[in-house]
Structure formats: structure tokens, C-alpha cells
RNA sequence: GCUGGGGUGGCGGAAUAGGUAUACGCGACGGACUUAAAAUCCGUUGGAGCAAUCCAUGCGGGUUCGAUUCCCGCCCUCAGCACCA
């Protein structure tokens, strides 16, 4: 055969033409096949363009997709773009270019780029959410969740600045101080809307069970639910005809209770306050460290005396009443019964108020085995204790606690999908009617800088509308929502992208759905993956969908650092581009090295030098095609076989590493034997196709097969023996490797032994000594204990 | 502090129903080809030692004929969460 080089460039520009113009990954979603749907977590298209850290994920994903291909399942390996969000806003601030321009190029530039890496997308099913189409279904979903009463709006505190006029994110006010103009930032109680998730706390906490995700991220989401259980005990205030609600997990400790302490947002005991008390409360109030200050001063527990006190139900001793910093609102009842002996917070406080300190318990190492050391209940352990104590107070109940909060859904920016909502004077909130759907965002808009109100009410024929219900002048909700919402049902949109009727047909979104892998980074193990949870389950329980948990299977990608082992930043100069990547070294080399570096879900530093060494690699395959030979060879046979069970046994477990690896022991041996038959060629082709689709397309073409590759059949397993009749074994004395034997395969121990003895070498080694045991793995290994 | 990962050559990393530790690759060194270089190819490459051999999978114990793998006790490191009563 004449020999050509191997002209990077030219292969992945022809094929990818080739592939695309024909439309080979189109997905059928009404095939009869198994299906597979392998998703990944849809970029955030910037305007910095893919670096060689996004493709990681992508390349596994895409491996997946095509080996599942060859094995004949119909796959389903979609993409879009969540392009609503901050970024594009901010960008269009700067520039006034309006951000649907914004995300059109930046859109446009990310597909190209995927596609110049052969990932094989079915680029009918492309979504965007900030495209009407798309974001019409986040108002629908608003509006079925608010039928329900799970979409409300409610007062809630957030970050202002009052000389932004503009409220800030927990980031943005780092210190308690505006990041743009230093001015201080006060807390302001506004109207938000919220998704009632804390009402699936515990189907979200019970279902994960089975799911096949990473451990940590199980945990993770369990640990935001936080559910504790524990008992709500009224306290009466001292001559008084009132009391006060605490939540405690341990009830046992209530002897020990030397003081009560409210939130600062407690207001319940206010009207008895005496005048000096409420104006040093206030005052307290006033001057409260911002939430991300509270981290440094953790050790200083602040407080005001109410100068009331309240009784202690099981000894009727009277117990002073503060107000303290540390008691947070929006956990149990916004009060504590203080047991500093048996908390390390409320010891602090107590140590710097000097409060009373009563040890209860002789706390043990697990807590659970400590004992009783006083009261009616001495020497219990804590479980009985904490039983009978709860059961004895009349004004105790058990009760359950979460930390999970409801979902703020509100932001006050352009760049979002309007909130459904109309106020009208006479029939107060009306949500807009489906068949007025979508609300869209004004065009009429062209600054979008930030003035205090929610950008949209800029626009008057977006803002002034008339009540759906009586006709009248009305304003619209300007608000719009959190990007999260648009990416809590996006792998439902993708079966039925084109639908304007509903999410999609769902007959086949409930063929297609649970996805059967996801893979994306761990950086969502809270916020998009439990919310996606949480609407997936409302949406089952509205009959819309026959599952309830969106994601069967989970993995996270490690991220690619830089060569100088930093995070790739503009800062450090540190980023490699796809784009330039793929031009330097081509697409199939970037994939095949990213599989390489490491274990998929582990970080992992770029480097250049050994992407090289994958060139070669991929140069010695293509000259694979000018050994190929007529002759068989039982061990080339076998190799193949293994090759393909390994292979085939990786991609499964996610070992991608693991795969390049044997494919370059594979084509090592090959050479050495410097022969392969072109069936056995063709096997090593198509099982290397997922990992290099565009070198495998052009061989596979220039032996002579017919278009295309990515349209075989994987290679079935045969029942191959390797037929070499002597194997080499390691032999051991006292369990340390002393040397090995050719032997014939399966031969009984005695035989082993005896060559072994007949070994000039081993035999030195025993020497004289006796012989006091054997052990011998048939086929493995021998051990002579001497 | 809590939760979850990790500690193996100069580097990225293999190997766990206990069975030749360091596969595969990078780098380095030596050689071939070349006027020369690049590319390519062939060797060598955990440490010590002339050698037999000894020592090495974070540290210390244990189980076992045999431990990177299992058990007990530590150390270090990365990531996430963190005043949640």
C-alpha cells in the first residue's frame, strides 16, 4: 500500500463536514432500540470562549454516547446553552449591546467549537434558555407550582446599598461593605418570591438512596436538608402570662438550662420590655455584625440582657432572657434554651456574661453512651433520659427541623425570565393566564444599568397592563428569575425541543427520561442538582412525569488546571484554549490526552509535553494500516479479544484513563509482532472510535469499509484461548519474589515443585533447609515457606 | 470542628474477592540514522551495593505463607460545609 501521511487537519476538517452535513448523531426518538441518554450539564456560554478544562467532560460524555452507539442502543447526547445570567448582563452594561446579541455570538462560537472537537451532537435538539420558546415553559412550571401554593411571595431580608440603590449578592458585600463604593450595607426587607422546596424535604432527603451517585455528593445534599429531630419546649416568662418556644436536639439537657437567648429578629417579647431594655435593644439590633463577618467572630458570642426571666419547667428556678447574635431566626424557633455545660456556644456566651454553668451529663465519646449526673433521671444514658424527660413536661412536643430554606427565586435584574405575576388595585395578585404565555422581556429596554428597581419596569409597555380578571389598570411583576430555574427541567427539553404546546410529548420524555448518565462538575452538588430533584418531583406529582428522580447515574469531571498547576485564569495567563488546542494538535489527540492525565474524576495540571507523547501515539496508529497482514496469529486473536473485554469493561466503570493505556500496550505488541490481519485492525478501529473519531474514520475508510465507522457494530467477545501451552510463574520464598518458571499451563503443584527443585538457582536458596509448607495458586504463583 | 477524597519513582499515574509493586505515558541517560539538527527507531531508568542481597506504596502496630490492598492507632494534604441549638 502507498503511504500518506497523517494530515491532522485535513482528516478532522473532512469528517466533521462529512458528519454534520449528514447529520450522522441524529437521535430517533421514537426508535424501538434500548435507549441511552447521556447528558451534560449545559454551559454558560461566555464570551471567554471553551478552555481545554470544558471538554473533559464532554469528550466522556461523547465517548459514552459512541460506544453505547456501537452496542446498538439508540442514544440520545444533546446540548444547549443556559445563557440567562449575570455575566451577559453585566456585559451588555458596559458595552449597551444588547445581551440577545451577546448570546447569539457567544452561542454560536461555543457549538463550533464542540463541534470542531467531534463531539456528536444531535443539533436539532439545541436548546437556549434565554429563547422565549424555552423560557415560556419556566412560567408555565411558575404557574402550575403556584396553583399549588409552592411559588409565593413573601418579606425577606437582603444586602443593600443604599448609595448603589441596589440590592447585593453575599459576594458582592463581603465585610458588610459595597464591593463597588464602599458605602456600608444595610439589611432591607423586600418582597421575593420563593419556591416551597422546603415541603420536599424529605422525599429529597429518603430518595437519594438509590441513586447511583458519588457518595460525597449524597452526603452533601443531606447535610443542606439537615434534618434533626428534637423537641419544642414552651418556657413560661416569670410573672408573666406569656412563654417562649425554644427548639433543642437535647431535651436531656434542659437541667442544665442556665439562660434563654433570642434572635435578634425575635421580636415575640417586645411589648414587655421595660424602656431602658428596648433602647439598648435596638441598639444591639443597629449594630449587628453583617452575616459575613459572623465567620471571623465566631469566638465572641455578643448579647443583650431583656432583664426578664423565664422558668425552668423541671425545677422552677428562674433563668435570665437574652438576646444574642448567634440565635438565628429562620432555624427552629428563633430561640434557645442555653445548657453552656453541654454546648460549646452557649458556653462561650455564658463565660463571657458570666452565666451559670450546671453540668447534667458525664458526656461520653459518642454522645449517646454519657450518663445522667443529676436530676430525677441520674445514671440514665441519654436515650432513655431524653424519652422520659420529653414525655414529662407538659409543654414539651418532638418535633422535626430542617436547614433546608425555601428557594428564593426573585432577582431584580434584565437578563431573566419575567415572573407571570400582574397586581391589580382590585383584585391584588393575579397570575397571568397560560394563553397570554410567554411574558416576554421588553425590547424597548437599551439601559441596563442598575438603579434601584427592577430593570424591566423601565419598560412602560412591559410594566402597564390590564387585570386578567377585571379588566383594570395593573402592573406587571418586573422581577425576573433565578437562572437555576431554567436549568431545573432542561433535560426534560431536549426530546421535544420544538413543542409550543407543552415541555414535550410525554409519551417520550417518559421513554427517554431518567437521564442514564450525567456527568458535570461537583460544584453543583447543592444548588442545580437538588433543585433539579425538587421540580422533577413536583412535576411527577402533576402527573406530568412517571419518574421522580431526574439523574440515575452521577459522575463529576476533575477540573484541568493550568501547566503551572493554578486554576486556568485570565490572571495567571495560565489558559490554554480549545481553540487553540485543537489547532495546534488536533481534536482526536486533546481527547485521547484528557482521558490519559488522570483518573476522569480527579484534577489534573495541563501539560504540554505529554500531549506530544499522544501524537505520536495516534502517528503509530495510522501506520498500523501499512503492517497489515494475511497470515492469523492465535496471539494477535487473543490480544484483540482481551482488548475488547477491557475496553469495553472501562468505558463502563468510567476508567477512561485505564483505556488508553491498554490500547497503547495493544499497538506495542502489535509492532513488536509487526503484523496485524485487517479484521483484527478493523476491531482495534471501532473500539478506538469513541476515543478518537476522526483518525478511526479515516483508516476505517482507507482499508476499504464503507462510510462510517460510528455506524458499526461493536465487536462481539469470542470464546479465544490463548493457545501458548507454557506460562511463566513467579515463585516465592517466605512470600519474597526469588525467581520464575516456565511451566505448562495447569500443571498440578508436585510437577511445579519439582522444577522448581530442579532450578539451579532456586535450589540454592532452599538449600538444606526443611521445607515447611507450600502454598500454590494454580496458573499464578508458588510460595515455599522454608 | 464536621463530611468526603487522597498520600505509590524525577513527574502524571497502574495494580485492591490479599498473590511478581512501580503497568502505560512523560522526562532523563546511552546508542543507531544524519554533514548537523528535528523526526523516527533500539536500549537503560525506584534507591543502595561489584555482587549475593537489602530497603522502599505517609507514620506506628496487628492479622497472614504472602499486605499498596484487610484491622487498630496516628500524621499530612485537597475539596465542600460551617454559630442549624
Redesign the pocket.
Known amino acids: 500500500m502507498k503511504r500518506s501521511e497523517y494530515n491532522i487537519k485535513e482528516i478532522e476538517n473532512k469528517w466533521k463536514k462529512r458528519w454534520k452535513d449528514e447529520n450522522l448523531y441524529r437521535t430517533d426518538i421514537t426508535s424501538k432500540k434500548n435507549k441511552y441518554y447521556v447528558l451534560d450539564m449545559f454551559p454558560y456560554p461566555s464570551g471567554a470562549g471553551l478552555h481545554v478544562g470544558h471538554i473533559k467532560g464532554y469528550s466522556a460524555t461523547d465517548i459514552v454516547a459512541r460506544y453505547k452507539r456501537l452496542k446498538g442502543f439508540e442514544v440520545l447526547h444533546p446540548m444547549g446553552w443556559d445563557s440567562f445570567g449575570l455575566p451577559t448582563e453585566n456585559f451588555a452594561i458596559k458595552t449597551g449591546k444588547n445581551p440577545n446579541i451577546v448570546t447569539e455570538e457567544n452561542t454560536s462560537e461555543f457549538k463550533k467549537e464542540l463541534i470542531n472537537s467531534g463531539v456528536g451532537i444531535d443539533w436539532d435538539r439545541e436548546i437556549t434558555t434565554s429563547d422565549p420558546d424555552y423560557y415560556k415553559f419556566n412560567q408555565i412550571i411558575f404557574l402550575k407550582l403556584y396553583k399549588k401554593g409552592l411559588a409565593y411571595k413573601k418579606k425577606s431580608p437582603v444586602n443593600w446599598c443604599p448609595s448603589c440603590k441596589t440590592v447585593l449578592s453575599n459576594e458582592q458585600s463581603v465585610g458588610g461593605i459595597c464591593e463597588r463604593c464602599d458605602s456600608k450595607i444595610e439589611i432591607k426587607n423586600i418582597d421575593q418570591w420563593f419556591f416551597k422546596i422546603t415541603d420536599y424535604a424529605d422525599r429529597l432527603l429518603n430518595d437519594n438512596k438509590n441513586l447511583d451517585w458519588?457518595?460525597?455528593t449524597k452526603?452533601?445534599q443531606e447535610?443542606?436538608i439537615?434534618k434533626?429531630i428534637?423537641a419544642k419546649i414552651k418556657f413560661k416568662l416569670k410573672d408573666l402570662d406569656k412563654s417562649i418556644s425554644?427548639?433543642?436536639?437535647?431535651p436531656e439537657t434542659i437541667y442544665g438550662t442556665t439562660f434563654i437567648a433570642l434572635?435578634p429578629e425575635n421580636k415575640s417579647l417586645d411589648n414587655l420590655f421595660d424602656s431602658n431594655t428596648k433602647k439598648a435593644i435596638s441598639e444591639y439590633r443597629k449594630n449587628l455584625?453583617p452575616q459575613s463577618e459572623?465567620?471571623r467572630?465566631?469566638d465572641?458570642?455578643t448579647g443583650v440582657f431583656t432583664n426578664l426571666y423565664a422558668i425552668n419547667p423541671t425545677n422552677n428556678e428562674p433563668i435570665p432572657i437574652w438576646v444574642a447574635?448567634?440565635?438565628?431566626?429562620?432555624?427552629?424557633?428563633?430561640?434557645?434554651?442555653g445548657?453552656p455545660a453541654h454546648?460549646k456556644?452557649?458556653m462561650?456566651f455564658a463565660q463571657k456574661h458570666n452565666i451559670k454553668i450546671e453540668y447534667v451529663l458525664n458526656e461520653k465519646k459518642p454522645y449517646e453512651k454519657s450518663i445522667m449526673i443529676k436530676s430525677d433521671y441520674k445514671g440514665m444514658n441519654v436515650s432513655e433520659a431524653r424519652k422520659n424527660i420529653v414525655e414529662s413536661i407538659k409543654d414539651a412536643e418532638w418535633t422535626t427541623?430542617y436547614?433546608l430554606r425555601d428557594w428564593l427565586i426573585s432577582r431584580e435584574r434584565f437578563w431573566g425570565t419575567p415572573i407571570p405575576i400582574i397586581y391589580c388595585k382590585n383584585c391584588g395578585e393575579v397570575p397571568v393566564d397560560e394563553k397570554d404565555l410567554p411574558v416576554l422581556i421588553p425590547d424597548d429596554i437599551d439601559d441596563y444599568r442598575p438603579t434601584g428597581k427592577p430593570p424591566l419596569e423601565k419598560s412602560k409597555k412591559f410594566t402597564n397592563v390590564k387585570c386578567p380578571k377585571c379588566k383594570g389598570k395593573a402592573k406587571r411583576e418586573a422581577k425576573t428569575m433565578d437562572t437555576f430555574v431554567d436549568s431545573s427541567w432542561y433535560f426534560l427539553r431536549f426530546i421535544d425541543n420544538k413543542n409550543t404546546k407543552s415541555i414535550g410529548n410525554k409519551e417520550y420524555i417518559n421513554h427517554w427520561l431518567p437521564v442514564d448518565l450525567y456527568i458535570g462538575g461537583?460544584?453543583h452538588?447543592?444548588g442545580h442538582l437538588l433543585y433539579s430533584r425538587f421540580i422533577t418531583k413536583f412535576l411527577y406529582d402533576e402527573k406530568i412525569l412517571n419518574f421522580d428522580e431526574p439523574f440515575t447515574k452521577l459522575r463529576h469531571q476533575g477540573l484541568i488546571y493550568g501547566e503551572d498547576k493554578r486554576k486556568m485564569s485570565k490572571r495567571w495567563g495560565n489558559v490554554v484554549t480549545l481553540k487553540f488546542a485543537i489547532e495546534e494538535y488536533g481534536a482526536d489527540a486533546i481527547r485521547m490526552y484528557e482521558m490519559?492525565?488522570?483518573?476522569f474524576?480527579?484534577?489534573?495540571?495541563w501539560?504540554t509535553?505529554?500531549i506530544?507523547?499522544?501524537?505520536?501515539?495516534l502517528?503509530?496508529i495510522w501506520n498500523l494500516q501499512y503492517i497489515t497482514s494475511k497470515s492469523k496469529n492465535n496471539e494477535e486473536d487473543f490480544l484483540t479479544n482481551e482488548l475488547i473485554k477491557t475496553i469495553e469493561n472501562n468505558i463502563e466503570k468510567g476508567?477512561y484513563?485505564?483505556c488508553?493505556?491498554e490500547y497503547?500496550?495493544y499497538?506495542?505488541r502489535v509492532?513488536?509482532l509487526n503484523s496485524i490481519t485487517k479484521e483484527n485492525l478493523e476491531k482495534f478501529l471501532i473500539i478506538l472510535s469513541p476515543y478518537a473519531p476522526f483518525i478511526t474514520e479515516e483508516i476505517w475508510e482507507k482499508i476499504g469499509n464503507t462510510y462510517s465507522i460510528h455506524k458499526s457494530k461493536w465487536p462481539e467477545i469470542l470464546n479465544i484461548e490463548n493457545k501458548n501451552t507454557h506460562i511463566?510463574?513467579?515463585i516465592?520464598i517466605?512470600?519474597?519474589?526469588?525467581g520464575?518458571i516456565y511451566i505448562e499451563k495447569d500443571s498440578p503443584e508436585e510437577i511445579v515443585l519439582n522444577k522448581v527443585l530442579d532450578d539451579n538457582k532456586l535450589k540454592e536458596?532452599i538449600k538444606n533447609n526443611e521445607i515447611k509448607?507450600v502454598?500454590y495458586?494454580k496458573n499464578?504463583?508458588l510460595?515455599i515457606?522454608i
Request: proline share 3%; glycine share 6%.
Open positions: 458519588p457518595e460525597s452526603k452533601m447535610k443542606w439537615g434533626s428534637g425554644i427548639f433543642t436536639t437535647k434572635a455584625t459572623v465567620e467572630k465566631k465572641v458570642k447574635d448567634y440565635i438565628l431566626m429562620e432555624y427552629g424557633t428563633g430561640a434557645i434554651m445548657v454546648d456556644r452557649d462561650l427541623q436547614k461537583n460544584e452538588a447543592v490519559f492525565m488522570a483518573p474524576k480527579q484534577y489534573s495540571s501539560e509535553r505529554s506530544i507523547g499522544i501524537n505520536k501515539f502517528t503509530r476508567k484513563n485505564i488508553v493505556s497503547m500496550k499497538v506495542n509492532e513488536e511463566l510463574i513467579p516465592q517466605n512470600g519474597k519474589f526469588r520464575e536458596k509448607k502454598i495458586i499464578k504463583i510460595n515457606v
